[in-house]
């Protein structure tokens, strides 16, 4: 190898030296040799300024520094040296200087190397990044589970809702059918007795003064077993065709024509 290959050889107009530097020293003849042994040298500086870099990005990292800077809140201040170029004052700057460095080139022999220091992934606390984007996965799989039961609960409620609307509704047409079905009892009977009737099952019922009486009362089966709204419009009927009367109109009507005429329907609705 041609040289001493510690001293460190530099073309004239790069160190200032006296030109006729090159004769004292061992200048190299051959252009190839001298290409091979600047780009070794090169080489060297270069992981220099790696270990340099590197070195930094320990000194960033450590926990305690970590710790101290995150509780004087300086941070920021962590991030925006960071994202600036190695200062004049580093050791490895200075290195690169003595090659022909200029600030804010970038290194290597095409000027188009790294120019700000090697970026660092920085994180705080004991555990690897792998076990972070774990900790990421699962929270984002209970995010996921926990969407899901709540949009079913939703739906629950939802389902809840409707069906409490719907028993209110039913209940209320309920009630409805039987305070008209008392109504259009009594009149049943007024009728019927103006008529002469002495029986009709659909008279109101004699009041018992008993309760386990009065359960015995309704018979399975019986006209009295039935749903309320079906009872009504049974009594309904009887009253339009037996007497042309229409609970709803609350009339009694002189003929058949004058209450098609009249009333509307037999229904509560189409009045
Ligand atoms: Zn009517």
Redesign the pocket.
């Known amino acids: 190898m041609y040289g001493t290959g510690k001293k460190l050889w530099l073309p004239p107009q790069a160190t200032g030296l006296d030109p006729d530097r090159d004769k004292q020293t061992e200048a190299p003849s051959e252009e190839g040799n001298l290409q091979a042994e600047e780009e070794d040298d090169l080489d060297k500086l270069l992981e220099q300024y790696e270990r340099q870099a590197e070195a930094d990005k320990a000194k960033v990292l450590s926990t305690k520094e970590e710790k101290a800077l995150a509780q004087m809140g300086m941070a920021e201040l962590r991030e925006s040296a960071l994202a600036k170029p190695l200062s004049a004052q580093t050791k490895g700057f200075q290195l690169l200087a003595k090659m022909g460095y200029k600030e804010g080139e970038g290194i290597g022999k095409s000027v188009k190397g790294r120019v700000a220091p090697i970026a660092v992934d920085l994180k705080s606390g004991r555990t690897g990044l792998g076990i972070d984007e774990g900790r990421k996965r699962q929270r984002e799989a209970a995010r996921l589970v926990k969407e899901a039961q709540d949009a079913k609960r939703r739906r629950g409620m939802e389902d809840l809702h409707s069906d409490y609307i719907t028993k209110q509704a039913a209940s209320f047409a309920d009630r409805q059918a039987e305070q008209h079905l008392a109504q259009a009892r009594k009149v049943c009977e007024t009728l019927d007795r103006r008529k002469g009737i002495t029986e009709n099952v659909m008279w109101p019922l004699e009041p018992v003064s008993d309760g386990d009486e009065k359960e015995d009362a309704v018979e399975e089966g019986s006209w009295e077993s039935f749903p309320a709204a079906e009872k009504l419009s049974d009594v309904l009927t009887c009253l339009r065709t037996r007497h042309l009367y229409?609970l709803?109109?609350g009339c009694q009507y002189e003929s058949r024509d004058a209450m098609e005429e009249s009333?509307?329907g037999a229904t509560e609705d189409v009045?």
């Open positions: 229409c709803f109109c009333c509307p009045h």
